[in-house]
């Protein structure tokens, strides 16, 4: 968003529809059926996803609370961090909701050849990453 712009102005102010739209209020939106399976859902704003992939996203959300033990809100709080170290200057929001009746998949070296053949890098996988800081400055 631009300087002078607040989040709500832009939904209602015209002035940034036309000529040009600087904001554009239409979200993507994805249906998804859950099945018994599932234990964790994320929502995070443009400024997650500009920077990060969303396996990058799924990755660290399972370090994070499947084999470090974490809660969802110290799990949002190291997506948040990853995406600033990754560069991005975006609203940066991650919202994670745990579901109480499956658990996450556990972390084993079965998981790390999964992530292995998948071309991703495991010798992070399961090392205990730094506990996010909670006074980030996202304008410094």
Known sequence: MMWFLSTCRGFGDPTFKHPDPIVIVTPDVKVV???PEDWAYMIGSDGIFDALSDQEVADIIWRAMAGEGKDAVRAAKEVVSAAL???????IT???????????????????????????????????????????????
């Open 85 to 91: 170290r990754k560069g991005s200057r975006d609203n």
């Open 33 to 35: 059926d859950l099945v």
């Open 94 to 140: 991650a919202v994670i909701c745990r579901f109480g009746w499956a658990t996450p998949p556990p972390m084993d070296q079965a998981a790390a050849a999964v992530m292995s053949s998948a071309g991703l890098d495991t010798s992070s996988a399961f090392a205990p990453q730094a506990e996010p800081s909670d006074d980030v400055n996202m304008f410094g």
